[in-house]
């Protein structure tokens, strides 16, 4: 069975993920957001957590990408945090940000810029240490 594994639907832990990721794009309070990962247990699931992160920071950065991406930049934040404490893994980080490729065709009709913005999230993240894929355009 996919999903979770601790009995939860897998549509709860995604509301889940939801609800601390954007109440950490209000605090900015990483321990708190980190405390709030470990909490959820679904270590194999973190690819969603990422997924999930970079698209919310992309749309409350807004729909058309100005220079200055503060929710981008918190994300990528959170996630380095998460990394260097051994809560989500480089590998969940990079199966994540595959996945929001994926989705980009679609994303880009709400997030017209999401295309350079998922470019500017992997080089802070690539940057900064946690991602370790090829460039989508290398």
Same mark, same amino acid.
């Given at each position: ?5 601790? %009995?939860?639907?897998?549509? /709860? ?11 950490? @794009? ?6 708190? #957001? ?14 969603? @957590? ?15 990408? #100005? ?5 981008? =930049?918190?994300? #990528? ?18 199966? %994540? ?6 989705? @980009?065709? =679609? ?12 470019? /500017?999230? /992997? ?5 900064? %240490? ?7 355009? #290398?």
């Amino acid at each position: 069975v996919w999903g979770p594994g601790d %009995g939860r639907p897998v549509s /709860e832990l995604k509301n889940a993920m939801d609800q601390l990721l954007k109440e950490y @794009l209000l605090s900015r309070e990483l321990d708190e #957001a980190a405390s709030c990962v470990r909490e959820l247990k679904a270590k194999h699931f973190h690819h969603e @957590l990422v997924k999930r992160g970079v698209k919310i920071a992309m749309e409350e950065d807004g729909r058309d990408h #100005a220079s200055k991406s503060s929710s981008l =930049d918190a994300m #990528a934040a959170l996630f380095k945090f998460l990394v260097q404490n051994s809560i989500v893994s480089e590998f969940q980080v990079a199966k %994540g940000v595959q996945r929001l490729e994926k989705i @980009l065709p =679609d994303l880009k009709l709400d997030v017209p810029a999401a295309p350079s913005m998922l470019d /500017e999230f /992997e080089t802070l993240a690539r940057e900064q %240490g946690f991602l370790h894929i090829p460039s989508r355009k #290398a």
